[in-house]
Each structure stands twice: as C-alpha cells, then as structure tokens.
C-alpha cells in the first residue's frame, strides 16, 4: 500500500532574523488509500440493442442490421429484441433518431459568426463532417425511406425539425438585416438541403473522382454560387 510522508520541522531564527536554522523534529508514515475506481456504467438491454445495431450499420450498412446478428452482439435471443422494439424497422427507425439528435446537438454547440455565407457554410459544413465520417448512418437517416420520418413541407414549415430550423433561423435573420432578398425562409433552407445532400450523396456514391478535400471546396463552391443568387 502507498504512504505518505509527513515531515515535522522547527523554524529558529538567529542573528537578529538575518539567516534561519531548520530542524527536522519527525517523520511520520501514514498509509494512502487508493481512490476507488469508478465502476462502468453498465447499458439497458435497449442501449445495447441500439449499440449493437449501430455498430454493424457503421460496419456493414443498413442490410446487415437484422434482429439475429444484432442479438448475438448483444448476448441474447433474437425474440428478446422484440420485448423492446417491434420490428426491423422500429430498430432502425430508433437508430436514426439516435443520430438525428447527435447531428442536432453538433449544430447546437457550433458558434455561429461571420455574414451570412459564413454561417450557412458552418452549418452546411456540420453535415458533410457527419455524412463523411459515417456514411452508413447518414445513408439511413436521410435517404432510407422509414415510417414517420419528417417530410417537406408539413413537418418542416411546421419547425419540427432540430437539425433543419438552424438553417432557416439564419436565412430569416439574414432577411430582416438585409443581407438577402425577403423570400421563403423555409422554402430556400430546403432548396439548400437538396443541394447538399445531392453533393453528398453523389460524392458518397463514388461518382465524384476526387479527393476528399478537393470535394470540401467544391461542396462550398456550390454554397457560394447559390448564395450569390439570392442576395
């Protein structure tokens, strides 16, 4: 066991204060007690479930996410998956409301500055990080038709989307300041999302022959030229 050493000492002046003598009266030797490790947080069946199922879509994309192959992850029967989610698509469905909320808490911290093209392009440029650092989950949450994903316009005018309102809160303040032309906020946040998504999806696809940073530029290119129209 560790100890630590503690160590008594005298303090005498001498010479009218003009130099200290330092006596060591003890020592004494006390034992540490080690600090207790923190114990893992241990996962609900529907964490792990969710984090199974999330792994092999990473791995191997939305096909190989079944209820089998996601059970042996998790150690138990395929049967038990369905005392937590109905179906194969319940399952997915919760794997991409797990990273709809991821994206949304990115676009949450990003401190947005600059003029208008600078704070569209932060949030724009949000997306592509994600898309391209987990292609197979940003395959499922925007191109994988699922039951009661958000749709356009209902659910989008309507403002219930956390990650597509950022885009249309800067288009209306660019409005009301006069850096862009007074229009549909909610139809050219839309257009913009088309525009990214189809960038992405096509990049992803294989069907843009360069490098990902050479993508980065023409991705905010496109930003730009689109931007340039509506001011």
């Known amino acids: 066991m560790a100890k630590s050493v503690i160590l008594k000492i005298q303090q005498t002046p001498f010479a009218n204060n003009e130099y200290t003598v330092y006596t060591l009266m003890s020592i ?9 490790k923190p114990n893992p947080v241990k996962l609900t069946t529907s964490a792990s479930i969710l984090a199974a199922a999330r792994d092999l879509l990473d791995r191997k994309g939305v096909a190989a996410v079944a209820m089998r192959p996601v059970a042996e992850k998790v150690g138990i029967t395929p049967m038990a998956i ?41 949030v724009g440029e949000v997306f592509l990080d994600a898309a391209l650092q987990s292609p197979n989950l940003y395959e499922l949450m925007f191109l994988v038709p699922r039951e009661g994903a958000r749709v356009y316009p209902r659910d989008f005018k309507a403002r219930r989307s956390p990650t597509f309102n950022p885009t249309v809160n800067i288009l209306e303040q660019a409005m009301r300041a006069g850096e862009l032309k007074p229009d549909d906020a909610v139809e050219i946040a839309f257009e913009l999302s088309a525009l990214s998504h189809g960038l992405i999806v096509l990049f992803l696809g294989g069907r843009v022959a360069q490098s990902e940073k050479q993508f980065r530029s023409l991705y905010q290119r496109c930003f730009r030229r689109y931007l340039n129209g509506l001011r």
């Open 82 to 122: 369905y005392r937590h989610f109905a179906d194969r698509a319940s399952l997915l469905n919760a794997v991409a409301n797990e990273g709809f909320e991821e994206l949304a808490a990115l676009l949450q911290s990003i401190h947005l500055k600059g003029d208008v093209e600078h704070r569209l392009m932060q």
């Open 28 to 36: 004494r030797c006390i034992p540490m007690t080690r600090s207790a």
